[in-house]
Nanobody, 128 residues
Framework: QVQLVESGGGMVQAGGSLRLSCAVSGRTFTTYHMGWFRQAPGKERAPVGAISSSGSRQYIADSVKGRFTISRDNAKNTVYLQMNSLKPEDTAVYYC?????????????????????WGQGTQVTVSS
C-alpha cells in the first residue's frame, strides 16, 4: 500500500516562507511522478506544481511561478514544495499526489483525477 504523508504546513505572515514535505512509502519512489495541489474553502482543488519521476522536469502553475519551487530527493523518498513570498490567497490545504504514468507520456496532469495516490493534506494559512 502506497502512503503519502505531508508535513510542514502552518501559519505564516504575508511575505514569509514555508517548505512542505511529502514522504512516500510503499513502492519504489522513483517510479512516481509527483504533484502538489491545493484547495481553498469553497474552491476546487487546483494544481500548484509537479515533478517528473527522475526530477529532471518540473512544472509550476502560473499563479505561483517565481515564488514556489518543487524538488525531490529520491534517496529520501520525499518531494518538497518551497513556498516563498507567501500571500493571503495562498491559504489552502495543500496535497501531494503520485502517479505512475499519464496519458500521452507526460510527467504531470492538471486534472487531480489522473493521480493514483494522495496524502491527507496539510493546512497553510497566510495572514495579512
Amino acid at each position: 500500500q502506497v502512503q503519502l504523508v505531508e508535513s510542514g504546513g502552518g501559519m505564516v505572515q504575508a511575505g514569509g516562507s514555508l517548505r512542505l514535505s511529502c514522504a512516500v512509502s510503499g513502492r519504489t519512489f522513483t517510479t512516481y511522478h509527483m504533484g502538489w495541489f491545493r484547495q481553498a474553502p469553497g474552491k476546487e482543488r487546483a494544481p500548484v506544481g509537479a515533478i517528473s519521476s527522475s526530477g529532471s522536469r518540473q512544472y509550476i502553475a502560473d499563479s505561483v511561478k517565481g515564488r514556489f519551487t518543487i524538488s525531490r530527493d529520491n534517496a529520501k523518498n520525499t518531494v518538497y514544495l518551497q513556498m516563498n513570498s507567501l500571500k493571503p490567497e495562498d491559504t489552502a490545504v495543500y496535497y501531494c499526489a503520485a502517479a505512475v504514468r499519464f496519458y500521452g507520456g507526460t510527467y504531470y496532469s492538471s486534472n487531480s483525477n489522473d493521480y493514483d495516490y494522495w496524502g491527507q493534506g496539510t493546512q497553510v494559512t497566510v495572514s495579512s
